[in-house]
Structure formats: C-alpha cells, structure tokens
C-alpha cells in the first residue's frame, strides 16, 4: 500500500508503476498487466499522487536500479489525485513553494528523508540519555519564570482581548487562567536544575518558544530544544557529555539513515558525509575564550563585526575558528562575566564564568552549556548585580539553601541539528509544520 | 554523591548515614568513623537534606535491610541543609504540602519513584513505536486550527494586553505576532493526518493544552499527549494497536521497574501489582456502544446520570463495565455520530462512527480513538451539518482530495497513564510541575 510516485505505460500491454509508502526513500516498481484485478476500471485514477493498495508477486528484478520489483495480481485504488489539481506533479518543486504546501510536502523525497533523519535523531537522543542512567524530565511549558537572557516570551491568557479586566490602569492578571501573567518557556532548564538536584542526570527534550522578529535561515519561534543536567558534573565533565553526545548522534545517524544521508550528500550538499565522519572520527578542539579572541585578533580575515576582549562573539567568527582554523568542531570555554546570564558560576579569576559553547564548521554554535552558581552568596551577588527580582526565583535560590551541589547542563536546539546532519539550509524545511513571525498555518 | 536522607550517631564513635542519589529507591548505607577524614570538621553539616560526596570501601553488610554497605574514608559536604530551616525532614508530608513545595518533592521517596516510572513508561513508548517503524512526529504547539470538539484554547500573542490595536471595535490580529489569532494546541491530531498520508505510520508525543476550569483529580491544564496515526489501518486494526500498546507498558513497567512498583504497591494502593499483571496476562474485552447501553440500561446498579441509547457515558458508567462487569479492560466501539467530532468515519447504519474508547478498571478512559473518515464527500457532508468553518480546514480537506487512504489513529493522555501504573490518587502528583486553575508556579 502507498502512493504512485509515477507510471510509464509499455506498448505491451502493461504498466509500470513506482509506489512508496514513506519508509524508506526507494520506490517499490510494481508491474501491472493490464488484465489484472482492478486495472481497467481503476486506470484513470492510476496517476502521481493516487493512494493503491497492491497485491502481487515479489520477485527478482532483471532491470537495472532496483533489487526486487513486484509482480501485480490485483490493484485498489484507495484515493485518486487529479493531475489537474495535484500540486506534486514529477518535477522539482522549489523549498519555498513546498513551505506553501506543508501538508503535502511531505510526500517528495526530500522531506520524507529530512522526517526519517530527524525521527532516528530523536530516538537516538533519548537512547544515548537513556543508556547512561539520565531521567526524562517534562518541565513546564506554560510558565511564570524567565530564564534571564534567553529572549522574548510570548504571552499566554485567556482574558478577552479586547476588554481586558483592568486595575489600576493595568491588566488584572489575578483574573487570568492561572491568576497572574504566563508566557511560553524559553527554557527548561531551571525546573531542570530543581530535578538534577534530587535524581543526579536528567534531560529534557520538548518545544521552545522565542517571540523574536527574526527571519532567518537558522530561527525558528517554536522549536524542540534538549537539555541535560547534571548534578556532580563541573565544566569539564559537561563538555566531555556534549562531545561524548554529539559524536554519539553523527555516529548513529550514518549507521542507521545510510540512504538518506546518501541522498542528502547528492542533492543537497556534497559535504556533508565526509563531515561526518570526521565528527564521529576526531576530539573536538577545547580552547579559551581568551585564545579565541587572540586567533580572531591576529588573524588577517576581515570580519564585519570586529574582536576584542568582551565581545560576544559573531556566526563568522565562530564560523571562522572552526571551519578555518581547527577544521573541526571546537569548543570555547570560560566566556566573559558580563556577557553570560545570571546562572553560571563565576570563576576564581573574578572576570569570567563557567561557560562553554560547542561550534560545528557550516552552522556556528550548537550547544551552549556551563557549570551553574552552586554557592549561596555568589548566587545572590550575581543576581543583585544584573538586577532581577530574587521573589521570582525564591525556588530557584532554595536550591542553593538546601542540599547544593556542583553542578552543570547545557542545551541543543534540535532543529540546527537536523539542518547540519541533513545539510538542509533553511531551518524551516527541518521541522514539519514551521512557526516564524507572521507564519502559524496548518 | 547523593543527599543525606538520615543520619544517626552510634556511642562507639561512628554515624549512620542513610544517602540517596534519586537513581533508585533505596538508600546506600554509609558507615562513617568519626576519626576519618572531613567528619569532624563537616559533621555539624551533616543533616537529613544535605549534599556530600563520600569515599569508601563497598563492602557486603552484615546488617539487616540491605545487600551492601559503604565503610567510609573520607566525607566532603558540598552543600548543607539547615534543619531548621528545610522543609523535608524525616517524617511524613501530605502530598497537598509537597505540591506547595514542588522543587524540593523530587527528593522523596514517592516523588522519585513516580518520575522514575514516568521516565521509563516515556522511553517505552518510543521503543514501542520506533520498533514497529513508526516515525516520531512533532506536531505544532502554537496553532491556528483547533481540533473541533477537544476543549477550550489558550490564546498566545505578544500584543500589549492593556492595549491591543484596534480595527472596527475588534482586536487587528494581523499586527500580532503571527499575523492572526493563535492558540495552543489541544491535539496534533490533525497534523498527525498529514504525516500518516506520507509517511503511514506516525506518532506524536508532546504537550497539549485545555483552558478548562476543571479542578479535579484528573485533569491538568498542560499535559502531555501521545498520538499514533496509520495510513492503512481501519478501526479493528485500531483498536488492536491501541491493545498491544497499552499491555507492552505494563509489562514493560513491571520489569523494568520492580522496585518503585513494589513501593506503590505497599504505600499507595496494594491492588496495583496485581492489576497489572491482569492488563498483560488477558485480552482486553470488545463491546458495541449499544451492547454497553444495553448492560447499563439491565443494571441493578443506581447510576448518578442516567443512560438511554445517545448518550455520552460518564466516568461511573465506564468503571462499572470495566471494574464490575469484565473485570479487565474494555474497548467500547461504534459510538453515536451526534456525541462524537466530524472527523471520525460514519459507519453504514447512519447512526453510529467508528470510534472507540479504552477503559481501563479504577480509572475509566485512558485512550479515544477512531478510524477517520477518508472520503471527500461524507466529510464535507459531516462538517456542513456540524457548521465548521471549511476555509479553516482547507489542508485538512485537501487529505481527502490528493491520495486519500483508510487511516486511524488515537490519543493516550500520558498523565493519566502514569497515574494508573503507579496508583497515585491525584493527576497533580505525576507531573513535575502541574498546570491547573489558578496555578502556574515554579
């Protein structure tokens, strides 16, 4: 069973239909003599796009291209699709009318291949946690709490919008859903913190959501993010976790979507297995904030944001110490105070904290992870100093009153990973049904 | 390294400890000589709550209650939990207090166990499907589509709630974010539709929301949802699926789980172990719609709501045909069309749809399913009398334009299903941060 990719008619009196159900990228060739079962009167429906259910012989194929083809008894057609109106005809369609038919773009080879990739990836997420000990964790999506830094929240309510209750000439938040004001989680990973705390390991793997204005190939407003945490781990142990990991999913990912990633290698980007492989095959590169602004300094690329101590850094510069200078991943640690959140540990040079970014050659940062502020005092003084309101995170702080430890985590953002594994350039053809500003079909 | 849970002092000059890193239930017992290294300096810090990181020699123990013992070397105290001050001291605490402090409940022994047991019925669950081939699917969380009939809808926006712009005395959502109206989602149902008529079989597992004022035991405002959906499959094919799955996770909780299943069994409800063992050892039990009206209209038993054929059945109906009645659980099929969405498949008699419901005893409903209805014109026909909004729907009609198959599919409320495997009375107590009315904290 499955839907006709195309049919060629033999002058013989038969017919040749490739049929795929969406498991593998292959088609099955079905030859179908057209006295069989169900041909004559099905005929005119047999077109690109139909839904048949086959039955028949499954035998050797004397042609070149596939290994067995089969042998038609009877054919049903379960659902025609009329060449008139059928959008998928066979030819190339470009990815941005595709992104126009998202319920049906699912059915060509690209993105039948991009789902299956990032369908293995996922379980493969949980296997490599699941492998180790770590506990699936579910934090919130709805939330009062902002992890600090991490970008704009979209806000959630059930007051009627055009005549809010008022108080004061504010909003009555206590007459909301939940009694004052939700948003959308940027981040698990301080309910994420709570349960390292009590159980060592957790992950969590659920969606993510940032109201920002970006239209880029690389942001997503909704998107599916993976953090690990963990108790007793400082930073070093964390980058040997997201190296151990990253390299784990490369790995998995050519053993088990071979076909796939051949296609992808192809028609997408040529690079992309030799990548690979030398992800799954090398140590990344470990340098220090302060190296990377030295090669960035003493490098003769012109770059257009420009390097000094302090700085955040850039997708080109990223892009250009991994990509041209280590030609592999590299991991960047110990990153300025002042540019880092609120959460990580400051570190004994008074300057810096405990922070590490993983950047892969082509797509720039893909994790950023770090050690967090075990220590009361600290906490607060960090907190105090980028002034947030501590009744907010009463909790959070109770964590560090009772029982705490060393402790670190750090997040991926799944998408990038499916574009990087795939090669795909545009963040919107990674995920099945995209969220981006002034875009929430389907 | 774990946390202290009890400490006690012996007059020969050494302690108990009692240490737990939430990786199991039980505790590992410490043996800690005050002469050695760290306890007299840490040994005012070394209180039920604390964190500490212990060296030692493992060795068998000669005491009741456990297989081995630590015998320390050295003990270091990373963090202390002043025991007038935190909250989890050795006793027992209502699970309505430890709601209230929901970021320290993990470290009991009930909250440990549930999340372990939620962990692994997670993880069972992608093994469950991703051995039969089915590909995991995220489905859109922000939405504009509702999936008729699931309940009311949270609005997302990031319009300034005080005051939102206006055209012709309504909110101008094409200056929202997402350029009109969005909601969270209630089910990536239909979706899920679009992927199974690419890809065949598919599942999703993510959050799904429900602005209702249900203040129950059993309903959550977020919670999370599994939902399989097979090209191919009709409602027999269904409703086998839904059985094989739901008999693979007790049997996999039970061998998986031993230890934290033989705790609830003890503590929180001593049916459970053998309730189990039931779901996996026997058929679930099939009955028309009309077969369990029947039964409910011969019953001797006083009902709260009454029944006559048409009517939806209540949680007291459904726990009678399964607790009293069959004794193990029971699919109910074939429900009224009128009580049921327009998208469900109208069977022959005109009268009833191919829908099904799972009842599980002690619990009631824990999955709703249906074949969905794959004919172009009978939807149409079906959505007209339920007066839905078809433009709304075009992507979903399309389905059934462009290769349309036989497909099913259902939902699993996960909670729920974590509530039945572990006996937990109150649906607040199996998630890590419940949503309800009035409640968004942490």
């Not at 080879?109 to 699941?130: D, E, K, P």
């Not at 540019?339 to 008074?350: L, S, T, V």
Request: net charge negative; charged share 25%; with cysteine.
């Amino acid at each position: 069973m499955g839907w006709v990719r195309t049919r060629r008619d033999s002058k013989g009196g038969f017919s040749f239909l490739e049929i795929n159900d969406g498991s593998c990228l292959n088609n099955l060739q079905v030859i179908a003599d057209h006295n069989i079962d169900g041909f004559e009167s099905d005929s005119g429906k047999l077109h690109t796009g139909c839904c048949a259910g086959i039955t028949g012989k499954l035998v050797q194929s004397p042609g070149k291209g596939q290994n067995v083809e089969l042998q038609a008894f009877s054919i049903e057609v379960y659902g025609a699709a009329d060449p008139e109106q059928y959008p998928l005809q066979k030819k190339n369609h470009s990815f941005e009318f595709l992104r126009e038919i998202a319920h049906l773009r699912p059915r060509t080879n690209t993105f039948g291949a991009v789902m299956r990739v990032r369908n293995r990836l996922a379980y493969s997420i949980h296997q490599f946690f699941q492998d180790r000990g770590f506990v699936y964790l579910n934090t919130p999506i709805i939330t009062t709490s902002d992890c600090e830094g991490a970008g704009e929240m979209f806000q959630v309510t059930t007051l009627n919008p055009s005549s809010p209750p008022m108080i004061d000439a504010k909003v009555d938040y206590s007459q909301d859903f939940f009694g004052e004001k939700t948003s959308l989680t940027v981040s698990g990973q301080l309910e994420g913190e709570v349960y390292a705390l009590a159980l060592s390991e957790i992950y969590t793997f659920g969606p993510t959501f940032r109201a920002e204005n970006s239209n880029t190939s690389r942001h997503l407003s909704e998107f599916w993010m993976v953090e690990p945490e963990m108790a007793f781990y400082d930073l070093e142990d964390d980058m040997d976790l997201a190296e151990d990991f990253l390299r784990y999913l490369f790995k998995d990912a050519l053993e088990h979507c071979p076909e796939d990633l051949e296609f992808f290698n192809k028609r997408i980007d040529k690079t992309i297995l030799e990548r690979h492989r030398r992800i799954v095959e090398n140590q990344f590169e470990r340098i220090l904030y302060s190296e990377a602004i030295h090669i960035l300094e003493k490098s003769k690329k012109k770059f257009i944001y420009s390097v000094e101590w302090g700085c955040n850094l850039q997708s080109e510069h990223e892009r250009y110490i991994s990509e041209e200078v280590f030609k592999r991943p590299v991991i960047i640690y110990n990153y300025p105070d002042e540019i880092k959140p609120f959460y990580m540990k400051a570190n004994e040079d008074g300057v810096t904290v405990s922070a590490m970014d993983v950047l892969l050659p082509k797509l720039g940062e893909i994790i950023g992870g770090s050690q967090r502020e075990d220590d009361y005092e600290a906490l607060i003084k960090r907190m105090k100093a980028k002034d947030l309101d501590m009744e907010n995170y009463y909790w959070y702080i109770d964590l560090r009153r009772f029982g705490s430890a060393p402790h670190s985590g750090f997040g991926l953002g799944f998408e990038r990973l499916v574009q990087f594994v795939t090669g795909m350039e545009n963040i919107r053809d990674v995920i099945p049904f995209p969220r981006t500003p002034k875009n929430a079909r389907f």
